[in-house]
């Protein structure tokens, strides 16, 4: 019998001090995340300081997510505000606004979507690829099984998805600087993890303290969960730069949105391959020569390498 299991849901990100005192009440951006999103998509003629350089090699060949769909499940309605800046000013906006604002500057042709991550119903796909966000963990106190909680439509959605390989999953490994199945400090873990292991399409995305190259490899962030020991958990792992000093966001919500748009750009050159294909292609060509001190337990496949991913004239 499945158990109803009390959740904190908690996002994957605002994990430093300064941003903690920078949650503030604000005016709220009409039509949540809209008016920004299409401002972003103006701007994305050129690629910030925070990207990583292959962003821009993409967007030269012509691959930003056209014909994509992005969905965001993420915070859209609380009140609660981060400063940060993604573009050239700073602003105080939801963190769900934030994680979207991020994935569509990646894939700036992407079709972007957003859902509160409380409403509580299945999240919808539309025709073509889907690629879903998930900067937010499920956290409830250790030593359940998946199978026995009892989700809402949202997450039964997601978690089918993920298993049938019908969208790719994007998940913020989670902030504890543990394993992403391990128990935190309050004896809780984040069974929306736990929930996601072996399934087709969920990548979890760990932090870097920067992009990483072979002349400046990049450092894991103090914060980041890691791929721990799980054989499973280390071939669904990617890393990815957080450069939290440029932009004043910090945490592996961040890190998620990357993925995200890396996946709706790979999908915008190979526009028939499926959730599995682009999946498996990001997986397969992350790099380990780009991160000091590699190691499968902490970075699982490596940093992800968009270059690499969209380097074939066709992926199986």
């Known amino acids: 019998m499945k158990k109803t299991t009390p ?9 430093s001090a300064a941003l903690s005192a920078a949650l503030c009440a604000a005016p709220a951006f009409a039509q949540e995340g809209e008016a920004l999103l299409e401002a972003s998509l103006s701007a994305a003629a050129t690629t910030p300081a925070w990207m990583s350089t292959e962003v821009g090699d993409a967007w030269a060949k012509g691959y930003k997510g056209k014909g994509v769909t992005i969905t965001v499940v ?10 940060g800046r993604l573009g050239t000013s700073s602003q105080s906006l939801r963190h ?4 979207a604002m991020e994935a569509s500057m990646i894939a700036p042709l992407a079709t972007v979507a957003t859902q509160d991550f409380s409403s509580g119903t299945a999240v919808k796909l539309n025709k073509g690829l889907n690629v879903l966000n998930l900067s937010y963990g499920m956290m409830a106190t250790a030593g359940y099984t998946a199978s ?3 989700w809402s439509a949202q997450e039964n959605s997601i978690i089918t998805y993920a298993r049938n390989g019908t969208a790719v999953v994007s998940k913020a490994a989670g902030n504890d600087g543990i394993a992403v199945l391990g ?3 309050r004896g809780q873990t984040d069974y929306l993890n736990l929930a996601l292991k072996g399934t087709k399409t969920a990548i979890y995305v760990g932090a870097l303290n920067t992009n990483g190259t072979t002349a400046a490899p990049a450092t894991l962030a103090s914060y980041s ?6 054989a499973a958990i280390q071939k669904q792992f990617l890393v990815v730069g957080v450069e939290g000093h440029k932009t004043g966001l910090y945490g592996t919500s961040f890190a998620a949105p990357v993925i995200t748009g890396y996946a709706a750009v790979l999908g915008s050159k190979f526009t028939s391959a499926t959730p599995v294909q682009i999946t498996n292609q990001l997986l397969n060509t ?3 020569d780009t991160i ?8 699982g496949r490596g940093e992800a390498s968009l270059t690499r991913a969209l380097a074939p004239v066709a992926i199986k």
């Open 7 to 15: 959740f904190a849901l908690t996002l994957c990100g605002a994990l």
């Open 74 to 83: 993420d915070d859209f309605r609380s009140n609660a505000m981060l400063n």
């Open 96 to 99: 769900g606004q934030w994680t």
């Open 148 to 150: 026995q909680i009892r």
């Open 183 to 185: 128990r935190n400090a």
């Open 225 to 230: 969960n890691t791929a721990g020991t799980d």
């Open 286 to 288: 992350a790099r380990k």
């Open 292 to 299: 000091h001190g590699y190691k499968v337990q902490l970075h």
